[in-house]
């Protein structure tokens, strides 16, 4: 006779008190602890720490059995915590991290990796743990004559400030606390999201360690970005996008230049980089450098294919080493710097599906490759080097599970700590397909 199944444990209800003891943390930078098979995550909180909290969420989330729970009283404190060095850092949320010091940072990161069954070595770094951040977004808050510039809290619409963020490199800081002052005078009024009225919305600032370019994103024409824009003094190039639809989403309309220089120019890789006022710029292009190097790897041959190529960094990396690269991006306005049609992955894969590249890159969005992509580059009709790039290894690791079932075989993982006191990490890998299809 079968033994009775244990009884499954309840998800904990929103509002009780619970003593727990973190086991580890999320990708996320959340703390987590077990329930049964359930899996409470706590911000704040680090490995081994014993504390009380209070349930905030206990619905299952995607299939899972997840929870949220909110730190109360920290009952044994860890070792390795510290005192947070930005006095944001608790309400911010941005920083999750910063309560440890760097080298337990990056131990921490190759745990979250290891239980993905993504091992690496060690998370490639440089010196710098703050001041690092070259592109920053900034939502516009306060009111007209007290404007902020700062990031939601984290699962709501509060603004919380980052005046001064430490991890902004300086030339940021400064531009971003111009802007505060001087909209603060003109009474330029902040867009309000609940009410869908008001003026600013969004600021975008970038830099090449010296110069900034400032993207001032407005609800509607109806603006006095202009007037704004002509005070300040210290970006060297300013323009102005408009954003009126709902949602998150900070990027706006085409940008129209309003004064100074219309790009910043940088040199990363060995290669010279333009970025306009909506161009993408990675926020610490130092370490990313050493991310984008290992994607594109050290093989040389006939063919290469750039899959989600964006503008072509990747792929004039490649044409250094390759006879022919194709590249594809399903984004018109990377298409149009590629000098090529925009195409999605999936028709790109069919169009060229009788070709035989010796290596095939792809860095895709957080959600990853997917399956559709996986099986197409498993029919491919021969053996092949792919390295795929991500920022979010859970998606990766769905990805490297998938190819893995279909005969490829992962060589290795690299990972890069490109933003220090944040959960961050960027992961590079290598696989190969092992015989012709």
């Given at each position: ?245 709902t949602g998150n989403a900070m990027r706006g309309s085409d940008a129209q230049l309003l004064r100074g220089d219309p790009t910043l120019t940088l040199t990363l890789a060995g290669e010279r980089l333009e970025v306009g006022p909506l161009d993408f710029l990675q926020p610490n292009p130092h370490v990313a450098a050493m991310a984008y190097q290992a994607l594109v790897g050290t ?139």
């Open positions: 006779m079968n033994a009775p199944k244990p009884p499954t444990p309840m998800l904990p209800t929103r509002g009780a008190r619970l003593e727990i003891r973190a086991e580890g943390l999320t990708p996320e930078g959340d703390a987590f602890a077990h329930l049964g098979d359930v899996e409470l995550r706590v911000p704040g909180l680090l490995p081994g720490e014993r504390a009380e909290v209070l349930v905030t969420e206990g619905k299952a989330r995607r299939g899972t059995r997840r929870a949220r729970a909110r730190l109360l009283e920290l009952r044994e404190p860890s070792p390795a915590r510290r005192e947070p060095a930005c006095r944001h850092q608790r309400r911010c949320g941005g920083c999750p991290l910063m309560i440890l010091d760097e080298a337990e940072q990056r131990a921490q990161k190759r745990a979250w990796l290891a239980r993905l069954g993504l091992e690496v070595a060690e998370l490639r770094h440089d010196d710098a743990a703050t001041g690092y951040r070259w592109s920053a977004k900034r939502v516009v808050g306060g009111s007209a004559g007290a404007l902020e510039l700062g990031s939601w809290v984290r699962g709501s619409h509060e603004l919380a400030s980052m005046s001064g963020c430490l991890v902004d490199h300086p030339t940021l800081v400064a531009a971003a606390s111009e802007i505060t002052e001087v909209a603060s005078r003109l009474a330029i009024e902040p867009y309000d999201e609940a009410k869908a009225s008001g003026d600013l919305r969004y600021v975008w600032l970038k830099t090449d360690g010296e110069r900034v370019l400032v993207t001032l994103v407005s609800a509607s024409e109806k603006s006095r970005v202009r007037e704004l824009a002509a005070a300040l003094e210290r970006p060297s190039g300013i323009a102005w996008s408009i954003q009126g639809t093989t040389r041959g006939d063919l290469a294919w750039d899959l989600y190529a964006g503008t072509g960094f990747t792929t004039r990396l490649l044409r250094h080493r390759f006879t022919t690269v194709h590249a594809c991006d399903a984004r018109p306005g990377a298409g149009a710097a590629l000098g090529i049609e925009a195409t999605t992955t999936d028709a790109f894969l069919a169009q060229h599906h009788d070709e035989s590249p010796t290596l095939v890159i792809a860095n895709p969005p957080r959600a990853g490759l997917g399956p559709a992509v996986c099986q197409a580059l498993a029919e491919l009709p021969h053996p092949f080097e792919l390295r795929i790039m991500s920022c979010h290894p859970e998606a990766l690791a769905r990805d490297v599970a998938h190819l893995t079932t279909h005969g490829f075989t992962l060589a290795h993982a690299e990972a890069f700590d490109t933003l220090p006191q944040t959960a961050h990490v960027e992961v590079v890998v290598a696989m190969s397909s092992a015989e012709a299809r």
